[in-house]
């Protein structure tokens, strides 16, 4: 979390001698929050409404805009990701072309982990450029025995393992902004203050 950044510059002396603009700049995210990036927009621009505190009657634009940012969290985390349950991946290629078409029937085969193609190096080539533009979960590597040479692809966890990870951090996002929204112990009366304040009453 730490590495999000204010995407616009609202921070709070800029907002001092700028609240109308500022309240602008927000006016299109507060209306349609899960219209905009949760990640690049929403939560960053959140801990700079709260960076400005009780200028510019941030409070309530603050929690508004957070309390959509959690909403959003929460739904992420629901679930934790699961892994794969065989060895089918995602084949998403725009390319129709005979090479492309054999790349993802082996992406699709639930069974097969390794695929081998021996191909001329313009081919192997395109695959590359497909493989790597549509991040599939494969790795892709040249055996140069032989000719034409061989392009073994082998399956993998990619996707998987960036789910994982961006679950940890939407977790972490999430009890970030829920603290940033809870009520401060502090402000509310201990025990004993509460004890002295009912006796003082009493004595009235």
């Known amino acids: 979390?730490?590495?999000?950044?204010?995407?616009?510059g609202w921070t709070a002396g800029g907002a001092v001698g700028a609240g109308d603009r500022a309240r602008h700049q927000l006016g299109s995210v507060l209306e349609?929050?899960?219209?905009?990036?949760?990640?690049?927009?929403?939560?960053?621009?959140?801990?700079a409404v709260k960076a400005w505190g009780d200028?510019?009657?941030?409070?309530?634009i603050f929690r508004h805009l957070a309390d959509q940012c959690i909403e959003q969290l929460r739904s992420l985390t629901a679930e934790p990701s699961q892994p794969?349950?065989?060895w089918s991946r995602e084949a998403d290629f725009k390319c129709s072309c005979p090479d492309c078409k054999m790349l993802a029937k082996f992406l699709l085969d639930p069974e097969a982990k390794v695929g081998r193609f021996s191909l001329r190096q313009e081919r192997r080539q395109?695959?590359?450029q497909q493989i790597d533009s549509r991040?599939?979960?494969?790795?892709?590597?040249?055996?140069?025995r032989g000719s034409p040479?061989?392009?073994?692809?082998?399956k993998t966890q990619a996707s998987y393992e960036r789910r994982l990870k961006q679950y940890g951090i939407d977790q972490e996002l999430l009890r970030e902004l829920e603290s940033l929204t809870a009520s401060p112990a502090s402000a509310l009366p201990s025990p004993h203050k509460?004890?002295?304040?009912?006796a003082k009453r009493a004595r009235k």
């Open 1 to 8: 979390p730490s590495t999000y950044q204010d995407p616009c």
């Open 84 to 86: 794969p349950a065989d």
């Open 194 to 198: 509460r004890k002295a304040a009912s």
């Open 55 to 60: 200028k510019l009657g941030a409070k309530p």
């Open 126 to 128: 395109h695959l590359h």
């Open 135 to 144: 991040q599939c979960d494969c790795t892709h590597v040249t055996d140069r």
């Open 32 to 47: 349609d929050p899960q219209g905009h990036r949760l990640h690049g927009v929403c939560i960053p621009s959140a801990k």
């Open 149 to 154: 040479q061989t392009l073994v692809c082998t």
